[in-house]
């Protein structure tokens, strides 16, 4: 049964490193010892093994071990093997490059269809959706494919915007960017607010966090979902 | 002789499409009884045909006539023989992926090399540079390549917008993002403000409008630029 945590981001204003996620993380990876991190989103500043760290002192605290799969000879059998797997944030077009150089986009998907405790966030979140293509990121690198995880049946955008009021900013507001999207896609999309996640038991998605978030769908004016709301039917 | 004017913005806020570039668009034109417009760049809401005529409306009050490309049978042709050409704002992405799928993106780099007059704006600004690879836009359709017109040895950042002083958000700022572009990519990016663009004669290339612009090279801390410097120098 699919269990699956995908959030908005990992850390909030003023908070440290995961620490608003971490009780209900603690529940999630209950039966885990230790779980697989991915670190590839990040594009420098820190390296992969400083990003690691970073993610080893978060889960410390609620005592479980974590292993860059960058450390792994074997990227596919790491993943086959998990207990668990968190894919951290980044850059969603260095990701899904790197998952798919690495050979790992569908092991992943399968593996996590299957069953291995998941948690995204912000780019891996991003890749959780059917495409990458409701991104915020910039393009740095050409991936072979903006397709992904399909671990739910539409797409995120993370770190959702709403419009400024009184901005005389003339470029494109993230609502109208997703609306260009649905001029060639009628994949609907939800605009996750920083500190809200979707949590996936088996079909069942559910928006989870105190903010409400926003759903695009094609051809439809957008809709203020509240917290709790079961997104399960929504394809 | 290039001659070629690559805009931020098509519109300042508050004012109505192109009006603060139409004196400066008089004097670039000034040989052109009509040109070319590529409306490409935009994904829906309106038409190519709507877009057109907007830009007629606006050209007209300079007494310069306007075809959309979209109407033209032989697109390569109507590139070759133009007098002057347009390419307006929109996703950067759907508009190279139609450049590409129209052969038309060598064949534009070339007549505009060979001196027939350019307006860029926007997404018609971005692939001005070596890539679109800093563009803000998302995703919205998979480009057969990230490489565009290279009329200036560097990339650009239209709507470039600083850092919000107090802003709670997590999301990467723009200068993060061109930060991780840099760290896979060495090519100068010219973050552009709403109200400045780049004049391109020949070999020289300036900065115009009231604004400075903010420049960015890898490894080096971004740089604050007058409007009226020279970037000739810039690769």
Known sequence: MKSIIIASTSTLHEGSYLAYLLPTLQQHFKDCKSILFIPFARPGGITHDEYTEKVTQAFATINIAVKGIHTCEDAAAAIKNAEGIFT????????????????????????????????????????????????????????????????????????????????????????????????????????????????????KITLKGALSARLFLKDQNPEELETETDLSHLN
Request: some cysteine.
């Open 88 to 203: 951290g944030g980044g850059n969603t077009f260095l990701l899904v490059t790197q998952l798919y150089q690495h050979n790992i986009m569908q092991i992943l998907s399968e593996t996590v269809k299957n069953g291995t405790p998941y948690l995204g966030t912000s780019a891996g979140s991003n890749i959780c959706g059917l495409s990458m293509q409701t991104t915020n990121d910039m393009p740095i690198i050409y991936p072979p494919s903006f397709q992904t995880l399909g671990l739910i049946p539409f797409n995120l955008n993370p770190h959702y915007l709403d419009p400024q009021i009184n901005s005389t900013h003339m470029g494109e507001t993230r609502e109208t960017r997703i609306k260009e999207f649905h001029a060639f896609n009628s994949i609907p999309v939800l605009g996750l607010r920083e500190g809200s996640w979707l949590e996936v038991k088996g079909n």
